[in-house]
C-alpha cells in the first residue's frame, strides 16, 4: 500500500497492491476502523522473538574486545545515552552500519544518512543543518576518518563559526579512528576475495580532537573501551560542540550478520592471498560471529 498526497507519486517506484492519494494522518485515520484483528498471533510473535534476539546478539556483539576499541561498542554505548530529541547522522562507511544496527529511534528523534547515492562526507554537513533547523536539539554525527579527512575537518571551521547561536549548543562529532577506508577494504575482501590493498585503503592518524580544540571547540581521544561511555557523558553534558576521537579496530567485520556463504568464503580468501590486516580480521570475525551462535542468543 502506498499513500501520498501528490498523485504523480504513487506508484512510481514500486507497484503497490493499492494506491491511495491522501493526507496520511487522515487516510491512516479512516483505514483504522477497517482493521480486523487476527486471532493467529504466529507471524507477530516471530517478528517479536527475531527482534528480541537480534538486540541480544548486538549487545554481544559490542562487549566483543577489540584493538584498541571496538566500533560496536562505541555506537552501543551512546545508544544508552541518546536524549530522545537528538539528531542524528551516520556517513557513508562502516559508521552506516553500526549507526543502523545499534541505535534505537525513539521519541522525536530524526536520524539522516546518504541513503541512495551513499557518498561520503555528509555527516558533518548534516549536523550542522540540523542545529540551523532545531538549534533547541542536540546533534550528533558518526563519521569515518576518511569523511573527516575529506571534509568534515573543514566543516568544524563552519561549526566553530556558527555555534554561539544555537539555544542548545551540543553538537558531537564522532569519529571512528580505525586509519581505514574500511567499508571499502571490507567490500573488496567479501565481493572479490582481495587482501587489502594499502595504498588505496590506508590513511594517516589525525588529531582530529586537538583540531577542534584548536578551533575553540572541545575534544577528546580515546583510546581504551573503559573511557568510552564516560566521553560520551561529558560531551552530551557540554557548553559547545565536541569532537571525539576514538581509535577503533578496522578489524571488526561490518559485513552482514547474515552474509553470505559465498561472501565469507571471498573474505577467506583474502586472508589466504596474504591481507596485511590477516590475524586480527579473522579473531575479530570469529568473535563477532560466535556471539550469535551462543546460549541465550536464540540459535542454540
Ligand atoms: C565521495 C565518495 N567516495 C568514495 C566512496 C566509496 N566509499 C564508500 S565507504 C568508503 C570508505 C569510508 O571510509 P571512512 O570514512 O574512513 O569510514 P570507515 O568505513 O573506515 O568507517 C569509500 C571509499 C563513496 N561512497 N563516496
Known amino acids: 500500500m502506498q499513500i501520498d498526497l501528490d498523485p504523480s507519486m504513487v506508484g512510481l517506484r514500486y507497484p503497490f497492491e493499492l494506491n491511495m492519494v491522501g493526507d496520511a494522518t487522515e487516510t491512516l485515520k479512516r483505514l483504522l476502523p477497517l482493521l480486523e484483528f487476527k486471532e493467529d498471533r504466529t507471524w507477530r510473535r516471530t517478528v517479536e522473538t527475531n527482534t528480541a534476539r537480534w538486540w541480544e546478539v548486538m549487545e554481544r556483539r559490542a562487549a566483543v574486545d ?17 536524549p530522545d530529541n537528538a539528531v542524528l547522522a551516520a556517513d557513508s562507511g562502516s559508521s552506516a552500519n553500526w549507526y543502523a544496527r545499534h541505535l534505537r529511534m525513539r521519541g522525536s528523534m530524526r536520524g539522516s544518512l546518504s541513503g541512495t547515492l551513499a557518498t561520503m562526507g555528509p555527516g558533518v ?5 540540523a542545529k540551523f533547523a532545531h538549534p533547541d536539539r542536540p546533534a550528533i554525527a558518526i563519521v569515518g576518518d576518511g569523511a573527516m579527512q575529506m571534509n568534515g575537518l573543514a566543516e568544524l571551521i563552519t561549526v566553530a563559526k556558527y555555534y554561539q547561536q544555537w539555544t542548545d549548543p551540543r553538537l558531537i562529532v564522532a569519529v571512528l579512528n580505525n586509519q581505514d577506508l574500511n567499508q571499502v577494504t571490507w567490500e573488496m575482501r567479501a565481493m572479490q576475495g582481495a587482501p587489502q590493498f594499502e595504498p588505496s585503503q590506508a590513511l594517516p592518524d589525525v588529531r582530529y580532537a586537538d583540531f577542534a580544540v584548536q578551533l575553540g571547540l572541545y575534544g577528546a581521544r580515546v583510546e581504551t ?9 561529558q560531551a552530551l553534558a557540554a557548553d559547545r560542540p565536541f569532537v571525539i576521537d576514538f581509535r577503533t579496530d578496522p578489524a571488526v567485520p561490518p559485513i552482514p550478520p547474515h552474509a553470505t556463504l559465498d561472501q565469507i568464503l571471498a573474505a577467506a ?32
Open 66 to 82: 577489540a584493538d584498541p576499541i571496538n566500533p560496536e561498542h562505541v555506537v552501543h554505548a551512546l545508544d544508552a545515552l541518546l
Open 125 to 129: 554537513p548534516y549536523v550542522i543543518g
Open 225 to 233: 573501551p573503559e573511557a568510552v561511555e564516560q566521553v560520551w557523558r
Open 269 to 300: 580468501s583474502a586472508v589466504v592471498h596474504g591481507d596485511s590486516d590477516r590475524g586480527s580480521m579473522v579473531k575479530q570475525g570469529l568473535k563477532a560471529k560466535i556471539q550469535e551462535m551462543l546460549p541465550g542468543s536464540g540459535k542454540e
